[in-house]
Nanobody, 122 residues
Framework: QVQLVESGGGLAQAGGSLRLSCAAS????????MGWFRQAPGKEREFVAS????????YYAASVKGRFTISRDNAKNTVYLQMNDLKPEDTAVYYC???????????????WGQGTQVTVSS
């Protein structure tokens, strides 16, 4: 069982930045691909970004490409999401997830965090 705990969410102004972190409670963190997803009020959960166990095979949703960067530090069992040039439409609960492949498909992820709220004001 892998426990994932997100942090770093909060309130930001449009054009600002936040960095989310997701800490994993497993010694086999380096075996997992990691992804970030988000869910806005009244909307379905959607893919944001993912990367493979070694930091390669990075994928981004079109809506965040060029503004968000996913990265990981296997020595710290942590994955990050650097979010720049934030927009009000980025407001959502952000979730990290662990799975065998770097993919935008939620069904491929086996473990999920509880989420962290990001609110962007205009």
């Amino acid at each position: 069982q892998v426990q994932l705990v997100e942090s770093g969410g909060g309130l930001a102004q449009a054009g600002g930045s936040l960095r989310l972190s997701c800490a994993a409670s497993t010694r086999t963190f380096a075996n997992f691909a990691m992804g970030w997803f988000r869910q806005a009020p009244g909307k379905e959960r959607e893919f944001v970004a993912s990367l493979s166990w070694n930091g390669g095979n990075t994928y981004y949703a079109a809506s965040v490409k060029g503004r968000f960067t996913i990265s990981r530090d296997n020595a710290k069992n942590t994955v990050y999401l650097q979010m720049n040039d934030l927009k009000p439409e980025d407001t959502a609960v952000y979730y990290c997830a662990a799975g065998p492949f770097s993919t935008s498909s939620m069904r491929e992820y086996d473990f999920w965090g509880q989420g962290t709220q990001v609110t962007v004001s205009s």
